[in-house]
């Protein structure tokens, strides 16, 4: 069964101190990992794809990085805009069937200016 | 307006009563999909779609009844609602060429 385990649940910075969030992944056959943003009372926005070991996407401030167990998603310098749900997901290679991801809990992190 | 809209936004009902949320896209994406997302579950998928006429159970589908008769429309029903129905619940589509969800805006449902 395909698995995502995000740390730590909440995380909360100063207006410039740097950080990484967490993404720990089980699944049979990477076909891509997922990190989305979800601001309070909205859906989940798209920010990166990663799909092999290695691999490494930025973003203003944002950079996603791959590994086969886990991904990382450094925040360099944020600012209070930076705060938000980030929201890990996997997507399992398959035969047959829809290409449905499996999202982890999230990480709340705020940043306080 | 393009892009995925649901319907209503904020909806209170009754232990037993039957429930449709609605989500229409507007750029004919072939997948369609149903999530939850509850404090402690994060988002679990409810059901999916991979085109008009076909439908099949995610995670948590018990309770849940979808139809997708037009590309474009993914109606999610509580046939009888129950308390533990109460959630935030998204739509989501997706290209069949792609592999990157857009989602609604949710829809919060509380069941008294």
């Known amino acids: 069964e395909d698995q995502v385990t995000q740390s730590p649940e909440a995380l909360r910075l100063q207006e410039g101190e740097s950080s990484s969030l967490n993404c720990s992944y089980t699944?049979?056959?990477?076909?891509?990992l997922f990190w989305y943003r979800q601001d309070p009372g909205k859906g989940p926005e798209f920010l990166f794809t990663?799909?092999?070991a290695g691999e490494e996407k930025e973003k203003e401030r944002l950079k996603a990085t791959l590994t086969k167990k886990e991904s990382f998603l450094h925040i360099t310098a944020p600012k209070p805009e930076d705060s938000a749900t980030y929201l890990c997901?996997?997507?399992?290679?398959?035969?047959?069937?829809?290409?449905?991801?499996?999202f982890g809990q999230g990480t709340r992190l705020t940043i306080n200016p | 307006d393009a892009g995925i809209t649901q319907s209503p936004r904020y909806k209170i009902t009754e232990t037993g009563r039957q429930v449709t949320l609605m989500c229409h896209q507007t750029?004919?994406?072939?997948?369609m999909f149903w999530y939850r997302q509850d404090l402690g579950h994060g988002l679990r998928l409810i059901y999916y779609?991979?085109?008009?006429?076909?439908?099949d159970k995610g995670e948590v589908p018990d309770g849940y009844v979808v139809s997708r008769s037009k590309t474009e429309n993914f109606p999610l029903t509580l046939e009888s609602a129950t308390r533990s129905q109460t959630s935030v619940y998204f739509c989501?589509?997706?290209?069949?060429?792609?592999?990157?969800?857009?989602f609604g805006a949710g829809s919060r449902l509380t069941v008294l």
């Open positions: 997901a996997v997507q399992a290679v398959r035969v047959q069937g829809a290409q449905k991801l499996v």
């Open positions: 699944v049979s056959g990477l076909r891509g």
């Open positions: 990663l799909y092999s």
């Open positions: 750029w004919s994406h072939s997948y």
């Open positions: 779609s991979a085109a008009a006429d076909i439908t």
């Open positions: 989501a589509s997706m290209d069949s060429g792609a592999n990157v969800l857009t």
